[in-house]
């Protein structure tokens, strides 16, 4: 076990620096968040495709936070309400630290029990949320489709956190079939990203694909185009959009 001192008050911190390249954490994100008015401390773990949320006391974050160095990542960043703590293990198992004062830092903590802060924020239209029947036509995140709602803005920050500084992307969605999702993530390269993208959807049904090629051009999406074709012939294809 590693011998480290952690600050107390923890705001925010960050693990990275992953000991194997094979392994399947990528980062772990560290947010101190008010449950029932109570500061907890809730750690986002980040792999290729998700992100696992766990919160827990600060007592136990210390160990877990510990845990993690011991066991994956070699790099901790923390930030408290005066200083920021950055740690390093080396080959040797050795802890390095040292602090910097903290400038502008939110001192405030996220609390969940007001509104989130998500991409696609409740009250600004999305044609294909609509549609799903997740917002009203003004906007507005229908009660029913809550749930959905917050899943497919956890998919965009998954997505967010990959993207570095690409301003160009050209996509292939396999097996699209009706693709609201693919709609979606359209709306949030081009219309918040600002990004030029090209998106290419796949599939079998003929049916299908005529109506998702109605329904982009209902949105006025220039560069999202659908196709029929099979996927295991799809390298023998020429497709130009």
Do not use: W
């Not at 939110?106 to 924020?121: D, T």
């Amino acid at each position: 076990m590693l011998e480290i001192t952690l600050p107390e008050k923890i705001i925010k911190g960050v693990i990275s620096g992953k000991k194997d390249k094979n392994q399947k954490n990528e980062k772990v994100k560290i947010e101190t968040i008010l449950i029932k008015d109570k500061p907890i401390l809730q750690f986002a773990t980040y792999t290729d495709k998700q992100v696992f949320h766990k919160n827990v006391e600060e007592s136990e974050a210390k160990d877990l936070i510990i845990s993690f160095l011991n066991d994956e990542f070699n790099n901790l960043e923390l930030t408290t309400e005066e200083y920021i703590y950055s740690y390093r293990v080396t080959q040797k198992g050795k802890v390095l630290s040292n602090k910097r004062r903290a400038k502008e830092v939110s001192l405030v903590p996220i609390s969940h029990n007001k509104k989130k802060n998500y991409i696609l924020e409740d009250g600004t239209l999305v044609p294909a949320l609509v549609d799903l029947g997740i917002q009203m036509p003004d906007g507005k995140v229908t009660k029913a489709g809550y749930d959905k709602f917050k899943q497919i803005n956890r998919f965009l920050e998954i997505i967010d956190d990959c993207i570095k500084e690409e301003k160009h992307l050209n996509i292939i969605d396999f097996g699209c079939g009706k693709s609201y999702l693919t709609f979606i993530l359209y709306y949030y390269f081009v219309e918040i990203k600002k990004m030029d993208v090209n998106i290419t959807g796949l599939d079998l049904k003929e049916d299908v694909i005529d109506h998702c090629n109605e329904i982009a051009d209902k949105y006025g999406y220039s560069k999202l185009k659908f196709y029929k074709g099979d996927i295991a012939k799809y390298r023998k294809r020429t497709i130009l959009i």
